[in-house]
């Protein structure tokens, strides 16, 4: 497989459950973003990853809590979670840093996690 | 901080005819400039990139973007649409760290 790949493509849980997305990327990137898209709003950035370690973390909801084991893989665990954080969840990687210098091409995008809370 | 303006939510155009897709940035560093595209449920795709050089850049499918430095503009054009092209388009923006900033997106419908 290559480019940014996500699972599951769609999920509903209960406000009670506990689930994970996953994000795995092939593109030998070092850097990893989730973002929330929702219904008429812009695309809000969640986590971003580099090298490994959490470097943004936007004010987001402690039951979301993602998980990076390594550059290639990057996931989403989420409870006890609420309507309104149904949306589309949205993996991203991007070259990241070689050495001091961060490389300025773009990002790639999963298909996505289509969540329903119900 | 950097920002970026879509001014325009919702753009209707008949097939066949020229588009334009607004946008504007705001930043006090060099930037560097992206238009993505998104079909229904899908992720978003790269449609064109100005890292440097050329100030007028192609996508492999007619559309064409020109950085205007002094306008501080990355405007999205394509001379004539098909339906196929109905989609919403995002603007974004990087300053050369790890932060992609997006536009609110310009979500393009073509008649026929």
């Known amino acids: 497989e290559t480019g940014v790949t996500q699972t599951p493509r769609h999920l509903v849980m209960g406000m009670t459950n506990k689930k994970s997305l996953k994000c795995e990327q092939h593109?030998?990137?070092?850097?990893m973003y989730w973002y929330k898209q929702s219904a008429k709003k812009p695309l809000e950035l969640m986590f971003v990853y580099s090298l490994e370690e959490r470097v943004e973390n936007n004010s987001v909801p402690s039951r979301f809590s993602p998980e990076c084991p390594n550059s290639s893989h990057l996931f989403l665990h989420l409870h006890t979670l609420q309507p309104e954080d149904s949306a589309l969840y949205l993996c991203?990687?991007?070259?990241?840093?070689?050495?001091?210098?961060?490389?300025?091409?773009?990002?790639?995008f999963g298909q996505g996690t289509r969540l329903t809370v119900v | 901080a950097q920002s970026v303006t879509q001014l325009d939510s919702q753009v209707p155009v008949f097939e066949e005819a020229p588009v334009e897709l607004r946008c504007n940035y705001s930043s006090s560093v060099s930037v560097y400039l992206f238009w993505y595209v998104q079909y229904p449920n899908q992720g978003l795709q790269l449609l064109l990139k100005?890292?440097?050089?050329?100030?007028l850049v192609e996508s492999i499918n007619g559309f064409e973007a020109e950085f205007n430095k002094s306008q501080t503009s990355f405007h999205l054009r394509k001379p004539s649409v098909h339906i196929s092209d109905t989609a919403e388009y995002f603007c974004?923006?990087?300053?050369?760290?790890?932060?992609?900033?997006f536009g609110t997106g310009t979500r393009l419908k073509v008649l026929a």
């Open positions: 974004a923006v990087n300053s050369g760290t790890y932060k992609y900033i």
């Open positions: 991203a990687s991007s070259q990241g840093y070689r050495g001091q210098q961060f490389m300025n091409t773009e990002a790639f």
């Open positions: 100005y890292l440097s050089g050329s100030t």
């Open positions: 593109l030998g990137h070092n850097a």
